[in-house]
């Protein structure tokens, strides 16, 4: 298992050497979104708290380090952060506001889609943040600005940022803020006659995701130059983060980023083709039956299934 | 000797529900209580209320001279309290050894391998299944499992709703022989049951609730000579 990771890793190292500058870009796709589906999957996933509002956090994340940068010139590599804090006092506030009234299931998922909506509604209102339109990011291909000629660049950031969650996600595991995250997601009632101070660890998994996703907004910012608030708070972005650690399998290390590498390329392939048959939005309707298909057939994701199944062949003699 | 736990005129309930509306008693170190009384009684709110799991309306609650109405569970089980809920409540999809772990979680690393060893040492079963499923286990197993990780945050008392309840009466007996060796080990127990026979072999003291108020207190031989208690929950 270590060494097949280390074996993963070379090859996505030495990848974008051989690989075309459509192929580097979709590796980008795969590897933002697993970065994103990681992030979410630590209050989503280990913790059991349906967050559909993650969309909210890219957006703090995203304008404020491109307003930091457009307005103060200051870089992105230091406004990521302070983004990234933002994004977290509001996960914080969303959280707080949730798990101290004992919003559970469906209602804290409507707490999470409205906030979300509201940022929305307040980014395209506001015209200092560029209203509807949106702020666009002059390309100057400046390193220090966060920007790059070059699409390998931004592959390299991608992964690094994927495997900094995924290494967060690892510590929450093997720690005991995993094993209360975990008692909490399977019988919170259970966990809190044991003493677990459900409150705090609901809080404190809300404030590490938002914190992280937040970072993810900056990298969305700068790499695609524009931020639009229908684009960045809207549900889809929600619905896009959300997708891959469940089709992967919430609540594993593994399942965000298997999850990315199934429907990213699926999203982006058959959008592709269906566009270039004249099919317009066929690739969604392609998307939505594969996903009934995962809620019919792998409801725990595949990643658990995928696990069992290599189990039982090295078990075999 | 004064009380360790104290109960004094204690009101609970769900919203407009009032479950308990009038419940005093006292537990003293190293007694085992019992808590008898029929389905809807108030007897497992009455542990709830204990536990900070539900507020306490009116009343107060104290615990070895401090009081505890108004702490949140995680405070509750700091003080030396553990809570065996109804029904278990076990993390199925967990281990056994996952499920006691987590009974001990606020412990240091050390402590909780000591812990782990004694809860083996009186469930030698757990120590064999450790590695399976909890959910996998029978029910009396299940209840051994749910006590241990009681067991695991090494309180000083023991709360314990309804551990006989679906078991067969070999596997109650069973159960009821390691309370008491618990009892021995210097753990005071508040046990509510509705198998009052079995409770009241136990109990050194015990409590009738009904209708949300304490009917009758007295001795385990008090109890099971009283008319009421024959008739009522003995059904001799």
């Known amino acids: 298992m270590r060494w097949g990771g280390l074996a993963a890793l070379l090859v996505l190292l030495a990848l974008p050497a051989v690989l075309s500058s459509y192929a580097v870009t979709i590796f980008i796709l795969i590897f933002f979104y697993a970065y994103l589906g990681q992030a979410w999957n630590i209050v989503g996933g280990y913790a059991g708290q349906l967050s559909a509002g993650h969309a909210a956090f890219v957006g703090v994340g995203g304008y404020t ?40 299931g469906f209602y804290f998922v409507l707490l999470t889609v409205a906030f979300a909506e509201v940022g929305r509604i307040a980014a395209s209102n506001i015209d200092a943040l560029g209203g509807a339109l949106g702020l666009y990011i002059t390309f ?3 390193p220090r600005q966060f920007q790059f000629q070059d699409n390998r660049a931004y592959y390299y950031i991608a992964l690094a940022l994927l495997l900094l969650a995924t290494g967060v996600a690892w510590a929450i595991e093997r720690r005991r803020f995993g094993a209360y995250l975990a008692a909490i997601r399977e019988d919170e009632g259970a966990a809190e006659a044991l003493g677990v101070d459900t409150l705090r660890y609901k809080l404190l998994a809300m404030l590490v995701s938002s ?30 983060i959300i997708l ?74 | 000797m004064s009380a360790q736990l104290r109960l004094d005129a204690v009101e609970a309930g769900y919203g407009d529900l009032v479950a308990v509306r009038d419940v005093s008693l006292e537990v003293r170190a190293g007694e085992v209580v019992a808590l008898i009384g029929s389905n809807g009684a108030g007897k497992t709110t009455t542990l709830r209320a204990i536990t900070g799991l539900l507020p306490v309306r009116r009343g107060r609650v104290e615990f ?14 700091a003080r030396g309290i553990a809570h065996v809920p109804e029904a278990r409540q076990l993390f199925p999809t967990m281990t056994v050894r996952e499920n006691l772990e987590l009974g001990a979680a606020r412990r240091a690393r050390r402590r909780r391998s000591d812990a782990l060893d004694l809860v083996f040492t009186l469930f030698p079963r757990l120590r064999e299944r450790q590695a399976q499923l909890a959910g996998t286990l029978s029910g009396g197993e299940q209840q051994m499992c749910a006590i241990g990780r009681g067991l695991m945050a090494a309180p000083k008392l023991l709360l314990l709703d309804e551990p006989s309840l679906g078991l067969a009466p070999v596997t109650v007996k069973l159960i009821f022989e390691n309370l008491r060796a618990i009892n021995a080990r210097g753990t005071t127990v508040l046990l509510v049951e509705q198998n009052v026979a079995r409770a009241l072999e136990l109990s050194h003291r015990g409590y009738v609730i009904e209708n949300g108020r ?20 003995l059904g001799l």
């Open chain 1, 211 to 240: 914190f992280l996703t937040g970072l993810g907004g900056t990298f969305y910012a700068f790499y695609l130059f524009s931020l639009q608030p229908n684009a960045v708070f809207g549900i889809p972005m929600s619905v896009e």
């Open chain 1, 244 to 317: 891959r650690p469940i089709v992967g399998g919430a609540g594993t290390l593994l399942g965000p980023i298997l999850g990315s590498f199934i429907l990213t390329p699926l999203g982006e392939l058959s959008r592709f083709y269906f566009g270039q048959s004249g099919l317009y939005g066929a690739h969604l309707i392609a998307y939505g039956l594969l996903l009934i298909g995962v809620v019919l057939f792998l409801p725990e994701g595949a990643y658990p299934r995928l696990a069992r199944a290599l189990a039982r062949r090295r078990a075999r003699p």
């Open chain 1, 140 to 142: 100057t291909g400046d």
């Open chain 2, 64 to 77: 070895e001279g401090e009081r505890l109405d108004g702490l949140g569970p995680a405070q509750v089980v």
């Open chain 1, 65 to 104: 380090a491109a307003m930091l940068s457009n307005e103060l010139g200051l870089t992105p590599w230091v406004g990521m952060f302070a983004g990234a804090a933002l994004a977290a006092v509001l996960g914080g506030v969303i959280g707080y506001l949730g798990f101290r009234f004992g919003l559970r």
């Open chain 2, 214 to 233: 304490i009917a009758l207190a007295g001795t385990r031989a008090e109890l099971a000579q009283s008319g009421h208690v024959r008739q009522a929950y």
